[in-house]
């Protein structure tokens, strides 16, 4: 396939970005904390100048110690990553570093269930729409640096289908030990309630999700991004 018609797009997002991040005052410098090194070198390549990068890695702890006192203008980082996940980094270095635009993609085919309620995190997108140059980096580039939140079309309409489920604290936990396998004996140990009330939180969770059974609503939880396959 050729793509060399793609160049003048890409240059002139490039452009934007730049002239959105010039006007609002922040600082130019970006730091990269991406989890697979794979992902690193398409989104160098996304960013105006390279020597725009401050910090480049893998890990959450280093990218913490490479701003001590000086805050980037951007940060952005992978859902996972070496040593955390990238929403616990990004609270972090929100907390560290308020003003900070924070830019977080995630990676599987399906977003942790944090994006519906991550206020810290200024931007959200898929990786696999920045790869298919939707310019979904650069508008929540551009979104960020006007103060503005941005979701992705795909991220947004799985925090609309999360937000309509209503589901509770409660909910969560006896789908992820579905997610396990786990009967309601092992539901019980786990969670120290009784056999009984596993029973029941199990059946109002069935409900809440529009579940037919058990297996449907673990495919449901890992479709909407709402629990994972640990084991």
């Avoid at 396939?1 to 410098?29: Q, V, Y």
């Avoid at 980094?89 to 993609?105: C, D, G, S």
């Avoid at 925090?159 to 992820?176: A, F, M, V």
């Amino acid at each position: 396939m050729n793509l060399t018609d793609r160049m003048p797009i890409l240059l002139e997002r490039r452009r934007i970005m730049r002239r959105a991040i010039l006007s609002s005052g922040l600082d130019l410098s970006i730091a990269l904390a991406i989890g697979k090194e794979t992902n690193l070198l398409p989104l160098i390549y996304s960013f105006t100048n390279p020597s725009c990068l401050h910090y480049i890695g893998t890990d959450a702890k280093s990218c913490l110690e490479a701003f001590p006192t000086k805050s980037p203008g951007f940060l952005v980082c992978s859902d996972e990553l070496v040593d955390s996940d990238g929403f616990s980094l990004a609270k972090a270095f929100k907390t560290k570093h308020p003003r900070t635009k924070i830019l977080l993609f995630c990676t599987g085919p399906q977003a942790d269930a944090r994006v519906t309620n991550a206020d810290w995190i200024d931007g959200i997108f898929y990786i696999q729409e920045a790869f298919e140059g939707k310019g979904v980096l650069q508008q929540a580039v551009i979104a960020a640096a006007g103060g503005h939140r941005y979701r992705s079309e795909r991220i947004r309409a799985q925090c609309e289908t999360s937000s309509d489920l209503q589901l509770k604290e409660r909910d969560y936990q006896i789908l992820n030990c579905l997610a396990d396998g786990m009967n309601n004996r092992e539901i019980s140990a786990t969670l120290q309630i009784s056999e009984e009330t596993a029973k029941t939180y199990t059946k109002r969770l069935l409900g809440n999700l529009g579940a037919k059974n058990r297996l449907h609503a673990v495919v449901l939880g890992l479709r909407f991004g709402l629990t994972a396959i640990t084991k």
